[in-house]
């Protein structure tokens, strides 16, 4: 067991959403949470009763930035190390799907304070003082050419400070707009990094590795997952392992959910929740990674942090906002009970 603080780094934006599963401004109005993908896992690792600290930039003097730090210490994230600089607030507006219906991500995060942020403004030394685990997503990196380089500076300051590196490829189309792609950066980054999490897509377009598997027939073949795996791990011999998750996506209601993990020494599959009646898939990914994390850390063996992380993500869908807010035991009590959902009294 390793222990030490986690720090996760990238930007956390202002969600506006219609009430429950309504059309943009069906009703004249949203409703305001906060999310992003590393503040979702330093939340999600908060609430496991993980030491977490979540390092961002935000605007000087915005009282949004200011509910948004509020918000992050309500649930027990130390922000202590949020630097704060020129721009703006990033906006990100959800228009949650349901049945046939896919859900919509509108961005608005042009100009916000982290795509303006050069490097040297966050003390990475401070930062990684008494650390265990770094995290860091490939939406960072995606958001403009200097939150990549200042995406770099984190990783290769995370390393020399001996912290686990993580990084969740979440390959973003609509935001690798500043003039290379991913496949040119994303590569880069992974040489610093010792667990890559992804899914096949996110392999494919980030890394330019490609998948025998084919999500879309309805049946995964776990072969194929364990050849792409394999090809991942060759072709980055710093890396320690990699997980995927695997989404069967039936419909924006109803999903497959499971994932798979390759440490070189074996290939393993989770157990596989069908989830129906999905409340908010949004962060599922994120409750993934901080299972995961969780996992590694504090749980006897790769198999163990495997599910573990997959049963926090599981239950991540039955909950609004990008947050988490599931506990330990409820995630114990999935993995011990399989999930009945009877009334607790």
Known sequence: MKTGRVIS???IM???APPGFERFLQSPQFVATFGGGEANVAVALAALGVESSYVTVLPQKNPVADAAIGEL???GVDTSH??????RMGIYFLEAGANQRPSRVIYDREGSSVA????????WDAVFQGSAWFHLTGITPAISASAAELAMEALQAGRAAGAIVSLDLNYRKNLWKWGKPADEVMPELVKFTDVVIANEEDVQKSLGIQS???VAAGKLDLASYELLTNAVLNAYAN???IAITLRESKSASNNGWSACWNDRK??????????THIVDRVGGGDSFSAGLIYGVLRLPGAKDALEFATALSCLKHSVPGDFSRIGLDEVNSLLREGGSGRVQR
């Open 9 to 11: 780094f990238g930007e």
């Open 14 to 16: 202002l969600r506006l």
């Open 73 to 75: 210490r309500r649930f």
């Open 82 to 87: 949020i630097a704060h600089g020129r721009g």
């Open 116 to 123: 303006m942020a050069q490097r040297g403004v966050i003390a």
């Open 212 to 214: 025998g598997a084919d």
């Open 239 to 241: 890396l320690k392992g």
């Open 266 to 275: 074996a290939f393993i599959a989770s157990r596989a929740y069908n989830i």
